[in-house]
């Protein structure tokens, strides 16, 4: 009787779907006059060794109905559609930002793109041979102490040189040369590393773009318009552009590329320190050695190299003051870009 009785209940609960009905199916099984209540009161009724057989399994019946009951209910209670506000503003999609450096680089890629440059990349971790040696920076040579290098621990068997973490991007250009014959114009964006405290405007990694073009009659005037074209691509077209000796081991003669400030027109600022001049990259004519040992002959090809470091564009655009804010990883730094 009982197993009856559950039957019928859950069967007919199973088709209920309004309140109304279901309060009624309680009343009727699980009420004060319910079926449930029905087989208790008849309890005292039996033999005692049945009675505590048929109590158990009312019991059981009564549990599985009441929580039957609930899980209905529930169910009935939830509404069918979410209600939704549709006067609420609505949530605005995180949009992901560019970060700085990856901004100016795209932009200088463009720039240099545009003048028929392609775009080469390489190994980070290199042979003190292409960073040094064959750059014309001979071990032992005062000139190193331009770059302090951060040397990796590790011999190669077939004894080829030390190896290192490349101190810019040049080792690639030496590289390129090796592989293909002039005509060649090729800038290398990359990571770059130096074993250095860092300050407010030095860190141990930084970007850098490095340039360089070889052909037949090559001359400084191609470096300079190049160079003109590109200063004023990126940082305005009616910048001035200053061309100024420097020395760079690989390169002769070697210049030091500076543009009016842009901040200050050249009256001299916060921002130019003063000078009117803003220093943005080095360049030169690469040196018959460095062509000599790639296997060109510099009675015939000559070409020209440049080479920047990227952080310094972004800080002076942006007025970031502190270089080490660019790779700490904090999401504030990245926020503010458009
Ligand atoms: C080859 C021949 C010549 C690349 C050059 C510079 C001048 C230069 C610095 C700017 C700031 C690096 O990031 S920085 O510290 N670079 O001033 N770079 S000429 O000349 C080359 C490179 C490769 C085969």
Request: charged share 35%; glycine share 8%.
């Amino acid at each position: 009787m009982i197993d009856e009785v559950k039957e019928r209940a859950l069967s007919e609960l199973s088709l209920i779907n309004d309140a109304k009905e279901l309060e009624a199916w309680r009343v009727r099984y699980l009420g004060r006059k319910g079926e449930v209540s029905k087989i208790m009161k008849m309890l005292p009724n039996l033999p005692v060794d049945e009675r505590r057989e048929v109590g158990r399994k009312a019991n059981e019946l009564k549990e599985i109905l009441e929580e039957k009951f609930e899980e209905k209910r529930r169910e009935i209670r939830k509404p069918k559609f979410e209600p939704i506000d549709i006067t609420l503003p609505g949530r605005p999609p995180l949009l992901g930002r560019l970060h700085p450096t990856t901004k100016i680089l795209r932009e200088i890629c463009e720039v240099f793109a545009s003048m028929g440059f392609e775009i080469v990349e390489g190994p980070e971790v290199e042979w003190d041979y292409y960073n040094f040696e064959a750059l014309n920076i001979p071990e032992d040579h005062p000139a190193r102490d331009m770059w302090s290098t951060l040397w990796i621990d590790y011999e190669d068997p077939s004894g080829k040189t030390p190896m290192l973490l490349r101190t810019h991007t040049s080792p690639m250009q030496i590289r390129v040369m090796e592989k293909r014959k002039p005509p060649i114009r090729v800038i290398m964006p990359g990571k770059v590393y130096r074993y250095e405290a860092t300050d407010a405007t030095h860190e141990s990694m930084f970007y850098q773009v490095e340039g360089l073009a070889v052909d037949e009659g090559i001359t400084m005037a191609d470096l300079k318009g190049t160079l003109y074209e590109f200063s004023r691509r990126l940082f305005g077209k009616e910048r001035r552009v200053k061309f100024r000796c420097d020395y760079f081991p690989f390169v002769e003669p070697g210049v030091e590329v500076a543009i009016d400030c842009f901040i200050c027109r050249g009256e001299g600022c916060r921002l130019c320190g003063g000078s009117g001049w803003i220093e943005i990259l080095g360049a030169g004519m690469v040196h018959p050695e460095v062509l000599r040992r790639v296997g060109y002959d510099p009675e015939v090809y000559t070409g020209f190299a440049f080479g920047m470091g990227i952080e310094r564009i972004p800080m002076l655009r942006y007025g970031i003051d502190d270089i080490r804010l660019f790779y700490s990883n904090d999401i504030r730094f990245l926020r503010q870009m458009r």
